[in-house]
């Protein structure tokens, strides 16, 4: 189990392996470009080159990329569909580039459509875009809070569109504060265990790849998508302790999303608490 965070790539990809280290992350999660804007900027060979030989050298865990917010692979609207799959393929080939875990991206919003309407343009829109970028990287299908007409607040609903899309490529990221926001208490033994066997059911235990580690500002099942640094909210860190010694979170890499102790983004007191949690529950 790696304990990393979201750090800024700002001046490039590779400043942003000195941030991480700054702060002790063991891996990280960057954005490959504005998560606010439709622009991207291809990565060049020399750039991709030096930052996998400095990733090599640094023995830093998978990065993950975050895909932008924009994309909406659920929409109706046909500009923003073909917006967001020429966003999410260069997110994809920018993560091939770089030797990246993967890309982690919202499944957004079906627009009131139901979910069942936008199953297999979805499906169809992430086989695409596989196809079309073919490499090792992963796509990772973020769990939501389920405000709304959001998509994947349910394992079920991730795992039917997993089945759907049919490509190995295809995995989740776990994120604690959404899923708790969703109503799966996972900071309780034995609501935990019961998430975990529908996450298994559902979706398959295996394709659990990656973890956004967040403690919640709202109540279980609030729906509500605001993180709160580790221990400092509902989750708590009696709750992160019952995570993280279940078998399922063993071999799969955290990234903090928290505001900070210094509201300044994911840093060294909020890596310290997860890695002491681990040394706790004897994850390391
Ligand atoms: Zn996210
Ligand atoms: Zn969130």
New binding site residues.
């Given amino acids: 189990m790696l304990i990393g965070a979201h750090v800024s790539a700002a001046g490039g990809s590779n400043k942003a392996i000195a941030r991480a280290k700054e702060i002790g992350a063991e891996c990280f999660q960057i954005f490959a470009s504005s998560p606010r804007m439709w622009s991207a900027k291809p990565i060049a060979d020399a750039v991709a080159e030096k930052y996998q030989a400095e990733m090599k050298r640094s023995g830093m865990g998978p990065t993950v990329l975050h895909g932008k917010y924009l994309v909406a692979l659920g929409s109706s609207d046909p500009e923003l569909l073909a917006k967001s799959e020429v966003a999410l393929q260069a997110d994809i080939a920018a993560a091939n580039k770089l030797g990246a875990l993967g890309v982690i991206f919202h499944p957004a919003s079906h627009r009131g459509q139901g979910f069942d309407a936008i199953i297999d343009q979805f499906a169809g829109s992430v086989r695409k875009i596989l196809d079309n970028e073919p490499g090792d990287s992963l796509l990772m299908l973020e769990t939501s809070?389920g405000a709304g007409d959001h998509i994947g607040s349910s394992f079920a609903e991730l795992g039917t569109l997993i089945r759907a899309i049919g490509n190995d490529r295809v995995a989740v990221c776990l994120?604690t504060?959404?899923v708790w926001a969703a109503g799966y208490n996972i900071a309780a033994a034995d609501t935990l265990n019961a998430a975990m066997d529908e996450f298994d059911k559902e979706i398959g235990i295996d394709l659990l790849r990656s973890v956004?580690a967040?403690d919640s500002m709202r109540e279980l099942g609030s729906s509500v998508?605001?993180?709160e640094n580790i221990g400092d909210g509902l989750i708590g860190t009696a709750g992160f302790q019952t995570l993280m010694a279940h078998e399922a979170f063993k071999r799969v890499p955290f990234y903090l999303?928290v505001p900070g102790t210094g509201k300044s983004g994911p840093d060294k007191p909020n890596i310290d608490r997860l890695k002491a949690i681990r040394t706790q529950v004897g994850a390391g």
Wanted: proline residues 0%; charged residues 40%; negative net charge.
């Fill in positions: 809070a994120d504060q959404h956004h967040n998508d605001r993180h999303e």
